[in-house]
T-cell receptor
């Protein structure tokens, strides 16, 4: 099993550009989330989903959109990239509160 | 104040040593608790869940004190391969929302 797959692994954007970070899981997990990791800040929740068609905001949702049309996929859209969005982005999926989450290998995004 | 606080370290210990990490959390509504391990420039990986009764997985022992809002991780007989950053994590919202500490760095040396 591939687990959680994120693409791309690296991306450089210019300020104002838009892009979509892809995330797919093959474990039939209901729960999926997006986090960003910045030095000294820990991982912070951007958006999450408890199932197909259901999404909600996390701690730092501004500037990002998500949708969940299938159980497997949970893309993250940057609407108009800003330098403050330079970060490492992790997608995660899980099957319930007590079981923890499985993370993808991350996307390193630089906005110039 | 961060919702989950950890000593950033680094903790430099010799191989074979016992090392303990502590973590405090401020949200009394936290429902589940975890330790994750993160290697440099890699994704976090679940090390173990943490229960009030305490739980052990090989050389690793985790403990939760809900009254004090305190979580601990004990690593016995440290190996070089244990060198990593250890993340203390709580969850709320039915487990959908994870809150991460900034991590404690461990370096195990020969």
């Amino acid at each position: 099993n591939a687990g959680v797959t994120q693409t791309p692994k690296f991306q450089v954007l210019k300020t104002g550009q838009s892009m979509t970070l892809q995330c797919a899981q093959d474990m039939n997990h209901e729960y999926m989330s997006w986090y960003r990791q910045d030095p000294g800040m820990g991982l912070r929740l951007i958006h999450y989903s408890v199932g197909a068609g259901i999404t909600d905001q996390g701690e730092v949702p501004n500037g990002y959109n998500v949708s969940r049309s299938t159980t497997e996929d949970f893309p993250l859209r940057l609407l108009s990239a800003a330098p403050s969005q330079t970060s490492v982005y992790f997608c995660a999926s899980g099957s319930g509160a007590s079981y923890g989450y499985t993370f993808g290998s991350g996307t390193r995004l630089t906005v110039v | 104040r961060k919702e989950v606080e950890q000593d950033p370290g680094p903790f430099n210990v010799p191989e074979g040593a016992t090392v303990a990490f502590n973590c405090t959390y401020s949200n009394s509504a936290s429902q589940s608790f975890f330790w994750y391990r993160q290697d440099c420039r890699k994704e976090p990986k679940l090390l173990m869940s943490v229960y009030s009764s305490g739980n052990e997985d090989g050389r690793f022992t985790a403990q939760l004190n809900r009254a004090s809002q305190y979580i601990s991780l004990l690593i016995r007989d440290s190996k070089l391969s244990d060198s990593a950053t250890y993340l203390c994590v709580t969850s709320t919202g039915g487990g959908n929302k994870l809150t991460f500490g900034t991590g404690t760095q461990l370096k195990v040396e020969l």
